[in-house]
């Protein structure tokens, strides 16, 4: 944790970023007090667009979460993808 402004403290941020089939999107910042914080908050947030993602998801199409941290280094990421086979 870092000391902020006010000389309290301040939990690291962590960013959420969705691809789906190439195209990236920002979709959330989190301030979380720890890597094990932040995929917990990772997990939550999947779980809930899971459903809508699976649904649009087209054939050999990739969607997935990137977990970043405040430097915008990788921490995790879930990816889906859809295989057909023919």
Same mark, same amino acid.
């Given at each position: 944790m870092d000391i902020g402004l006010g000389g309290g403290w301040t939990m690291p941020l962590y960013h959420l970023h969705v691809s789906n089939d190439g195209q990236t999107h920002s979709i959330l910042t989190v301030d979380c007090p720890?890597?094990? *914080? *932040?995929? *917990?908050? #990772?997990? /939550?947030?999947?779980? /809930?667009?899971?459903? /809508?993602?699976?649904?649009? #998801?087209?054939r050999d199409g990739e969607w997935r979460i990137e977990l970043l941290d405040q430097t915008e280094k990788p921490v995790g990421r879930i990816r889906i993808i859809a295989e057909c086979f023919d």
């Open positions: 720890g890597r094990n *914080a *932040a995929w *917990a908050e #990772l997990i /939550d947030i999947c779980s /809930d667009l899971i459903r /809508d993602v699976t649904k649009s #998801l087209q």
